[in-house]
């Protein structure tokens, strides 16, 4: 059984940076396609990035590409999202999750999450 263990939210200000750390109890990073999802308040789950078990990497949009970076690091065990630029809509509940489905931005087809890590954005 995989467990995925996420860290690194917290309360930031508009412009600030911060970096979630996920690592999967149980199970190789470089075996599942490893991808974050967020959930803000009353919205539903959304794809934001992911790394794929080959390495290869997507981001759900430009705006996100251009400002967060997904990568991992298969020695340590970890994968990270490093959020530069957060904006107050960049609020939520961000999760890590695990798939060894093709389909990247369904969160149906993922069978492991995180218990979820807080960031929020405010001045």
């Known amino acids: 059984q995989v467990q995925l263990v996420e860290s690194g939210g917290g309360l930031v200000q508009p412009g600030a940076s911060l970096k979630l750390s996920c690592t999967p109890s149980?199970?190789?990073?470089?075996?599942?396609?490893m991808a974050w999802f967020r959930q803000a308040p009353g919205k539903e789950r959304e794809f934001v990035a992911a790394v794929r078990w080959s390495g290869s990497i997507t981001y759900s949009t430009d705006s996100i590409k251009v400002r967060f970076t997904v990568s991992r690091d298969v020695a340590k065990n970890m994968v990270y999202l490093q959020m530069n630029s957060l904006q107050p809509e960049d609020t939520a509940v961000y999760y890590c999750?695990?798939?060894?489905?093709?389909?990247?931005?369904?969160?149906?087809?993922?069978?492991?999450w995180g218990q979820g890590t807080q960031v929020t954005v405010s001045s």
């Open positions: 999750a695990a798939t060894r489905n093709v389909v990247l931005t369904n969160p149906d087809f993922y069978y492991y």
């Open positions: 149980g199970g190789t990073v470089s075996a599942y396609t």
